[in-house]
């Protein structure tokens, strides 16, 4: 299917535990983001990738951590969940330029236990 | 570090009445964004709006933007049950990267 789309949708998980997210684009977009969305903070950034191979972080990368291989893909992992890190993730994607705008995945609702 | 405000965060209002969200950001930006999200659903694209002085409107919603007040305001117009919802606006940094508002939920009562 074309578009942008994540797995898990929902995910439970237990405090300590490694939990990878997984996000996927059709578009051949260079630019890629992962946001989580909390009551009373929006959404925030977590990391972002221009390209293959390069990332880095955004306004709340601490227990996070992202790879990008391949241009499609960009998973986010928590490599010890905490249960601060129960929220909505959002992943995107765009192309670079001022006339653009972001395309969002469905969102994994993670909950740590 | 550029900040976002975003006011009300919780609106309810009549169906046909007019009302208007606010969104104040503090540093220069050359793009900004408002989206609408359902519960439980993603992010809808409503607006981009690029230069100062642009306004843009799609049905009973429109959208303008003031750079040097790094103001863009998101008007409702005479508003109906189908646009509850909560509304962010974001405003683009360097690389796309977006910083959003906290969010105004949006209720319109029958």
């Known amino acids: 299917d074309a578009g942008i789309t994540q797995s898990p949708r929902y995910k439970i998980t237990e405090t300590g535990r490694q939990v990878t997210l997984m996000c996927h684009q059709t578009?051949?977009?260079?630019?890629m983001f992962w946001y989580r969305q909390d009551l009373g903070h929006g959404l925030r950034l977590i990391y972002y990738?221009?390209?293959?191979?390069?990332?880095d972080k955004g306004e709340v990368p601490d227990g996070y951590v992202v790879s990008r291989s391949k241009t499609e893909n960009f998973p986010l992992t928590l490599e010890s969940a905490t249960r601060s890190q129960t929220s909505v993730y959002f992943c995107?994607?765009?192309?670079?330029?001022?006339?653009?705008?972001?395309?969002f995945g469905q969102g994994t609702r993670l909950t740590v236990v | 570090e550029l900040k976002v405000e975003q006011n009300p965060l919780f609106l309810s209002m009549q169906e046909g009445k007019n009302y208007t969200i606010y969104c104040n950001y503090s540093?220069?930006?050359?793009?900004l964004y408002w989206y609408r999200q359902d519960p439980g659903k993603s992010l809808e694209s409503l607006f981009v709006?690029?230069?100062?002085?642009a306004v843009k409107q799609e049905g009973r919603l429109m959208a303008s933007l003031d750079t040097k007040a790094r103001l863009s305001t998101l008007h409702i117009t005479a508003a109906v049950h189908d646009l509850s919802a909560t509304y962010f606006c974001?405003?683009?940094?360097?690389?796309?990267?977006?910083?959003f508002g906290t969010g105004t939920q949006l209720k319109v009562e029958l």
């Open positions: 995107a994607s765009s192309v670079p330029g001022p006339n653009t705008e972001a395309f």
């Open positions: 578009w051949s977009h260079s630019y």
């Open positions: 990738s221009a390209a293959a191979d390069i990332t």
């Open positions: 540093t220069t930006s050359d793009r």
């Open positions: 709006l690029l230069s100062n002085g």
């Open positions: 974001a405003v683009a940094g360097g690389g796309n990267k977006l910083t």
